[in-house]
């Protein structure tokens, strides 16, 4: 039996990022190409390899909880609520209402409670030996990845489908397909969705260090990510959480609810390639796009601007552009493309979420949020410079649809399509 597929709309926004504390603070300042990198406070890294990262600033969780329950919470959890807090407020949802049977919670988290699990291990070392093992009875709640959507459900209390995914740094964009894909098989009327990482974390850093993912620029944090750069030397590693609200559109208007964007369609893919880097050719980037362009109904044609995965790595920023140029053909020359990466340094788990929030609102506003810190001659040979990454500089222009790519370790690809809402 066939079944028409309900339309999805995005009603409501929140974030905690290392460029501000509300999404318009973030939003403001990535139009404005501000970078969120600075040397780490979150611990003492000056014997580390990179002593920088974009952490989020001057954050107070008893903002959202009171001060016993943010004890509690690891702060990948935190940044969650914090988000969520400020995208169900932003959409307008009266919680006396709603069915809340019908409202779900999908975020994306990547890696958890590094923080907590760093903290209680150490604890142990250093206890085990006079007093025997002493773990705090909330160390696995806080820990563990899926507890921000158990905390959100309940803090709310929405029975909706409520769990995490967990894909590396796809993750938050597989959290907004899985919950766009509930919403259109009407399963749910309203999901809260996006991700939160917190992993600037000695293990954290020190792990990513010896993989030589991460820029060692220390002596100038601001321009260490440089995505499409020749010069570039790895990704910055970032912390927050962003959320969005998802929202059947009939479900919305009933409501009179304010739409920024249509979620037009998402796709998936697996590199099959390597466990931590992109395949050389795109090839999966490429099957990615040209999924979520046959699940909108979409052609190259129909995309004006494309937020990349960009990180600043040198394998994975040439294959991107392959994988465009495949997919666009000449299209890809009038489009606008940029990593927002470049300012927001790579939020892990939770970059889909924020690189999502950017291309709802460059859909919104007509504006192309830019690629900071390229500089004139730092070209890379196996780059084609044809194309506009729009370097530096946000750029105004007719934005009808946005594409978001991102790709996770282990070889796994997300995407997701936003377009302007139309009746």
Request: net charge negative; with cysteine.
């Amino acid at each position: 039996m066939y079944m028409e597929l309900k339309r999805v709309v995005v009603t409501g926004i929140g974030a905690v990022t290392p460029l501000g504390n509300t999404a318009d603070e973030t939003w403001r300042n990535m139009l404005d190409g501000v970078s969120g990198a600075g040397p780490i406070t979150h611990f003492d890294a000056s014997r580390f390899k990179t002593q920088f990262a974009c952490e989020v600033k001057d954050f107070d969780a008893t903002q959202y909880v009171d001060r016993k329950e943010a004890r509690k919470l690891d702060p990948y959890c935190q940044f969650a609520i914090a988000a969520a807090q400020m995208a169900v407020e932003d959409c307008g949802m009266d919680l006396e209402k709603v069915d809340k049977n019908r409202v779900g919670v999908v975020f994306g988290v990547g890696i958890g409670g590094m923080k907590t699990y760093e903290e209680e291990v150490s604890n142990y070392a250093l206890t085990h030996e006079a007093a025997g093992p002493r773990f705090n009875p909330f160390f696995v709640p806080k820990m563990i990845a899926d507890i921000c959507a158990g905390h959100i459900s309940i803090r709310y209390g929405f029975h909706g489908p409520n769990f995490i995914t967990s894909s590396a740094c796809a993750s938050s964009t597989n959290a907004l397909a899985e919950a766009f894909n509930l919403i259109r098989l009407g399963k749910a009327d309203m999901i809260v969705s996006g991700g939160a990482e917190a992993a600037i974390t000695c293990a954290g850093v020190g792990g990513f260090t010896a993989m030589h993912a991460l820029s060692t620029r220390n002596d100038e944090p601001q321009k260490a990510s440089r995505p499409f750069s020749a010069s570039r030397d790895g990704f910055v590693m970032a912390e927050g959480g962003v959320c969005l609200i998802l929202e059947e559109l009939e479900h919305a208007k009933a409501r009179g609810a304010r739409i920024y964007a249509e979620m037009a369609g998402a796709g998936m893919s697996a590199d099959a390639h390597h466990i931590t880097a992109s395949h050389p050719e795109g090839l999966g980037a490429v099957l990615v796009m040209q999924n979520a362009l046959d699940d909108a109904g979409m052609t190259p044609g129909d995309i004006d601007y494309i937020n990349v995965h960009g990180t600043s790595t040198h394998v994975g920023d040439i294959s991107e552009v392959k994988a465009i140029k495949v997919v666009f053909g000449e299209d890809a020359y009038r489009l606008n493309i940029s990593s927002t990466k470049s300012m927001t340094g790579h939020l892990l788990g939770a970059a889909g979420a924020i690189e999502a929030m950017a291309s709802v609102k460059a859909v919104a506003e007509d504006i192309v949020p830019p690629t900071i810190n390229h500089e004139e001659g730092d070209d890379d040979p196996e780059i084609d410079y044809k194309l506009n990454f729009t370097f530096n500089k946000a750029e105004k222009r007719v934005v009808r649809a946005a594409l978001s790519n991102t790709f996770g370790f282990g070889g796994h690809n997300a995407c997701v399509i936003f377009k302007k809402f139309a009746g």
